[in-house]
């Protein structure tokens, strides 16, 4: 059982370049989230998603965009990468219920 | 505004009880907390969560406030391995509210 699972595991982009960071799960989850987690602080949520074929914006979601076509996958994309941009990405599942939320072991991105 | 409030680091002896504090003045009564670590910026590791009674599991113990301002997570015997960092989470409907978190480190 692989839970959640985010590729790429790093990745370095230049200024202004596009990129997908994929998240899938295999728990049949109706709840998918995008953080961000900066050098110091806690995890910040950019999108996320209550079903197949929703997305809602978190606390930060400007410069990124998302999408939830099936329900065990859901992406996060950076249109045009800016430095800001630089951390660290984790991606979560929920299934309700009062459950626990589940974890990727994160993307690291630079933007250089 | 934050949700929840936690000091931003403590130490504990290894083998003693580690008693990490958090603040959740605002906190609504159908709101649960939940705690979990980050070690070495891997993952968050889910530790355990609760409502209004205390709870305990296999990990560690909750112990929430009669009036739920606040609670306390309890590792009984701290380990070298426990070094992490702690969030306090309030989870309103189907978000998760992280803090700041607090930084535990176990001395040997």
């Known amino acids: 059982n692989a839970g959640v699972t985010q590729t790429p595991k790093f990745r370095v982009l230049k200024t202004g370049q596009s990129m997908t960071l994929l998240c899938a799960q295999d728990m049949n989850h109706e709840y998918m989230y995008w953080y961000r987690q900066d050098p110091g602080m806690g995890l910040r949520l950019i999108h996320y998603?209550?079903?197949?074929?929703?997305?809602a914006k978190g606390e930060v979601p400007d410069g990124y965009n998302v999408s939830r076509l099936k329900k065990q996958n859901f992406l996060l994309g950076l249109e045009s990468a800016a430095p800001s941009q630089t951390s660290v990405y984790f991606c979560?599942?929920?299934?309700?219920?009062?459950?626990?939320?589940?974890f990727g072991d994160g993307t690291r991105l630079s933007i250089l | 505004d934050a949700k929840t409030t936690q000091p931003p680091s403590m130490d504990c002896a290894e083998g003693r009880a580690a008693n990490l504090p958090c603040n959740h003045s605002t906190i609504s009564g159908n709101e649960y907390v939940y705690w979990y670590r980050q070690i070495h910026s891997q993952g968050p590791q889910y530790i355990i969560h609760g409502l209004k009674n205390n709870e305990t599991n296999e990990m560690a113990s909750l112990i929430i406030t009669e009036d739920r301002k606040s609670s306390t997570l309890i590792l009984p015997h701290a380990t070298l391995r426990d070094t992490a960092v702690y969030y306090c989470i309030v989870r309103v409907g189907n978000q998760f509210y992280f803090g700041t978190g607090t930084s535990l480190t176990v001395i040997p």
């Open positions: 979560a599942s929920y299934g309700g219920y009062n459950q626990p939320q589940h």
């Open positions: 998603s209550v079903g197949e074929g929703t997305t």
